[in-house]
């Protein structure tokens, strides 16, 4: 890993089927972040288990997401690309975060409230303090930049919050640098085939409703010949689709995979029926997503490839993770024997 770039960490969680959304929304950027910046990308196994995973599915989601990345083109080679449990400083760090964050800080997480739902008393531990584990993830390396969903930037505050109440109590002013979100722009949020209101989601109970990494053409094509639609031919410009959020999608769904604005998709489709424009919208769904589709079914009947991979992003990410630890330990005054 070069040094002279600044540093990127992002993870994403193995819990279940990746699909158009987790690749336009993150690991799409994760691939062109690989020419600017130095990047970690971490399967953050850790964070899965903070609700209940099987440990076959969890291993098995955790190469799926592994192989992804590569899949996708980042380079391991380069880049880091590890999962969480294989580098303990993420626990380390995290413990001492446990001292520094306020339980009022996390009372105010939304995230926390909307997965643990109307039962706090059932939720885990881990799921309340999730959040220090993210803000361990990032500083455990002083990442500065972090690629993150709207739906992460409290939890990037609450990150930037540690890094600042750390500095300050313990009397190091830069000790922990703070951390900035490198958000998506607004078109990369992919909704829900069967719902343009709501996000594309692996938890949605009808597989219909997103278009999944591993989907074959066939798979695509049908979702895609499915997707909710409105009885309106196409406007010319994004205006004309202010109410019409179904539309909105596809249309913002082949603008991201085009790599052009959505206006100038609709320049191209306007007063098209949806029948045209959804077998387009299909030909390059399939033309971007099967290589990508292909490569991960390759790499998922290699699972040693994988796990090698994970386990030399480890040992690379404990090499720049562990002489940051030592200065924290010494910083909070822990004994440690030096070697
Ligand atoms: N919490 C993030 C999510 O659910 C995943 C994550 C864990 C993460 N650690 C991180 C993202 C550090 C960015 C940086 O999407």
């Known amino acids: 890993m070069s040094t002279h770039k600044p540093l990127v960490f992002s993870g994403v969680q193995p819990t279940g089927n ?13 691939v062109k972040l690989q020419k600017s910046y130095s990047c970690l990308y971490c399967v953050v196994d850790m964070h899965a288990i903070t609700v209940w995973q099987e440990p076959g599915e969890l291993r098995n989601a955790t190469r799926e997401v592994a192989s992804a990345f590569i899949a996708a083109g980042v380079d391991p080679e380069t880049h880091i690309i590890f999962n969480q449990s294989q580098v303990p400083e993420h626990a380390e760090l995290a413990w001492i975060f446990n001292c520094v964050a306020r339980i009022g800080w996390l009372n105010r997480m939304t995230q926390f409230k909307d997965k643990a739902g109307s039962n706090r008393e059932k ?11 993210m803000a361990a993830d990032i500083l455990a390396y002083r990442a500065t930049h972090v690629p993150i969903g709207e739906d992460q930037t ?4 609450l990150a930037r919050d540690i890094a600042q109440k750390f500095n300050t109590d313990f009397g190091v002013p830069d000790f922990f640098p703070q951390p900035e979100a490198l958000l998506q722009p607004e078109g990369a949020r992919i909704m829900s085939l069967k ?6 989601s692996k938890s949605d109970p009808s597989d219909q409703s997103r278009i999944n990494l591993n989907d074959d053409a066939d798979a695509i094509a049908k ?7 409105d009885p309106e031919p196409l406007p010319d410009t994004m205006a004309g689709l202010a109410s ?3 539309a909105r999608n596809l249309i913002g769904i082949f603008a991201a995979l085009d790599d052009k604005t959505a206006d100038e998709v609709l320049r191209e489709f306007a007063g098209a029926e949806f029948s045209r424009f959804k077998a387009q919208l299909t030909d390059l769904c399939v033309d971007r997503l099967g290589p990508i589709g292909a490569e991960m079914k390759r790499l998922t009947a290699d699972p040693a490839y994988v796990e090698g991979v994970l386990a030399r992003g480890a040992a690379r990410a404990r090499a720049i993770a ?3 630890l030592a200065e924290v330990f010494d910083v909070v005054g822990f004994i440690r024997a030096k070697n």
């Open 18 to 30: 990746l699909h158009l959304g987790n690749y336009l929304g993150a690991i799409r950027n994760f």
């Open 244 to 246: 019409r959020p179904e």
């Open 195 to 200: 719902d343009g209101t709501k996000k594309m």
């Open 223 to 229: 979702k895609i010949r499915r997707a909710r639609t």
């Open 154 to 157: 409290q939890h990037l505050e």
């Open 322 to 324: 562990t002489p940051i």
């Open 123 to 133: 939720a885990s531990v881990g799921l309340y303090a999730y959040p220090n584990l």
